[in-house]
């Protein structure tokens, strides 16, 4: 056992001390002439039960002969037995704790479940030989680097990535491992506004013709009633009432939307019928997120396939409004009342001429998609 003057404070350790006081320096008291006194700290070192080298700090220690007191008192309480030396937390590993991380969301709704393993997959990936506590903002600043520059991954999913590692280590704060969260000085990546994609007069009247069977239909759908590919997957032949021409839904919000499905539409889905008499349209399994996923993919290869780039099956929706209100001057409160906002209260309380405005804008929509298909026809058949 012995005592030093240990030159530096903690806070001192991952800077590069020239040896003059800047901005940098954790505070430290002054002497009556104003000059501040040494940085460092007396302190006491010696062997532990596991013969490592361990020091000691300790509040009331101002000088070299109170570290020596401190000193006699450790030595007897050693000899008598009665030395209990504080033992030094085991901070885990990133990789470690991420299973424990991962286990709170066992519960947890399965797009929250994906979101967190996904993240948390790429974190291990990058920080997983970390422990927790020597991750520092600049640790975080060259992951992201990393994850831009050689996965070419995009800014909004690098953000995620952040947000997930904050909450770990918020986690981990409040079950006493940390004490400070790395990526609260850490701010997000700027990202870009994109508009949707649209699609053109020529791409509509390419799907309506190149596509058939079920992924016509199910393109149909998503076109003409905007639909979430959720939604489309979840619809069963109970949802669609054939005689009063309303297509019901209530995926995503769970506020029923009842949307009016034109003659056209109604024409396709009848036929469609005659060959599929399970309880559902389009999908009979458990409409989990990874099947929802794996129908984005198809639809986003088919898409591509046809010369129609950077579009996705939830763009239909947005071309579904779009048409809606730009091009035919549909007014927004009865756009919305077909996108998500209608309770089957509100729906019940609605008046014969506002039910008709919804039937008369989808047969407005579905004639002037069709119309647009066979112009585009004429013109090239000239």
Not at 29 to 38: I, M
Not at 217 to 234: E, H
Not at 276 to 301: C, K, L, P
Not at 335 to 352: A, D, I, K
Request: with cysteine; charged share 25%.
């Amino acid at each position: 056992m012995a005592v030093r003057f240990r030159k530096y404070f903690n806070e001192c350790k991952p800077v590069q001390c020239t040896g003059r006081r800047s901005r940098q320096c954790p505070e430290t008291p002054k002497r009556s002439n104003a000059e501040y006194k040494t940085c460092g700290v007396w302190c006491i070192e010696f062997f532990n039960d596991s013969k490592q080298w361990q020091s000691l700090t300790f509040k009331d220690i101002r000088n070299k002969t109170d570290a020596e007191k401190r000193l006699t008192l450790f030595i007897s309480d050693r000899e008598r037995g009665q030395l209990n030396l504080p033992k030094k937390k085991a901070i885990p590993t990133l990789a470690e704790y991420s299973g424990t991380y991962l286990e709170l969301y066992k519960n947890a709704k399965e797009n929250t479940r994906n979101v967190k393993r996904r993240s948390t997959k790429s974190l291990v990936e990058y920080l997983g030989e970390y422990n927790l506590d020597k991750i520092t903002p600049f640790v975080i600043e060259k992951f992201r680097l990393e994850r831009k520059e050689k996965g070419r991954v995009a800014d909004s999913t690098i953000n995620d990535d952040v947000a997930v590692s904050s909450h770990i280590f918020t986690t981990a704060i409040k079950a006493g491992i940390l004490v400070k969260n790395p990526c609260r000085e850490v701010r997000r990546l700027k990202v870009g506004q994109t508009r949707d994609k649209i699609l053109s007069q020529s791409e509509i009247t390419l799907l309506l013709d190149k596509l058939h069977g079920k992924d016509r239909l199910m393109v149909l759908v998503g076109l003409f009633t905007g639909l979430r590919l959720g939604g489309v997957l979840f619809l069963s032949w109970n949802d669609i009432d054939f005689i009063n021409g309303i297509i019901s839904s209530s995926h995503k919000t769970g506020k029923l939307v009842s949307i009016p499905q034109s003659d056209y539409l109604s024409e396709e889905l009848l036929r469609y019928k005659e060959g599929n008499t399970g309880d559902r349209v389009f999908e009979s399994r458990e409409i989990t997120n990874a099947v929802v996923v794996r129908y984005s993919e198809h639809f986003s290869q088919l898409f591509k396939g046809l010369a129609i780039r950077n579009f996705t099956f939830h763009n239909l929706r947005h071309t579904f409004s779009s048409i809606l209100q730009g091009e035919l001057g549909i007014g927004a409160v009865v756009v919305q009342g077909m996108t998500g906002h209608s309770s089957l209260g509100m729906l019940q309380r609605y008046s014969h001429a506002q039910l008709d405005s919804k039937k008369k804008a989808i047969q407005a929509l579905t004639d002037h998609v069709l119309g647009m298909s066979k112009k585009t026809n004429f013109a090239i058949a000239q």
